[in-house]
């Protein structure tokens, strides 16, 4: 160990040693991340709907009448993401390279994003960027 390197380094610095060999992990780990990186979204959602929905004054063009609908897409997405973070986490063991895992992630992901932009708006939401990386992911 040299004299430069810290004693005990951050927390990202020891997150982007863990993340930098994500490449070489299994099929299984990488939709665990994903899903892990996921499952808060449709909870802040459900904050930034109902924040907007409490306060007219904020965005007055929004329609509120689109909110049960919203919420109850956003709590089954909940379920979905978090119920596939397990499956996802048991396969890492049971299946490392479960190619049917990874098809249902890539899909819960498209049709999600697909969903957000039918009840926000292509310009509001994520929609151009998964356009586009649907496109280059082909």
Known sequence: MSGSEPKNPGFFARASDRLRGVLGWSDAAK?????????????????????????PDIAPFLNRGIYKPMLYTQLASAFVWT???????????????????VNTVLQCFAIGNAIIVYFAGMWTTPGPMALVVGLLAG
């Open 31 to 55: 939709c665990a991340l994903i899903c892990a990186l996921v499952v808060p979204w449709p909870f802040l959602n459900m904050l930034t709907a109902r924040g907007l929905v409490a306060n």
């Open 83 to 101: 119920a596939l973070l397990f499956v996802s986490l048991l396969a890492r063991i049971k299946a490392p390279s479960s190619r049917i895992l």
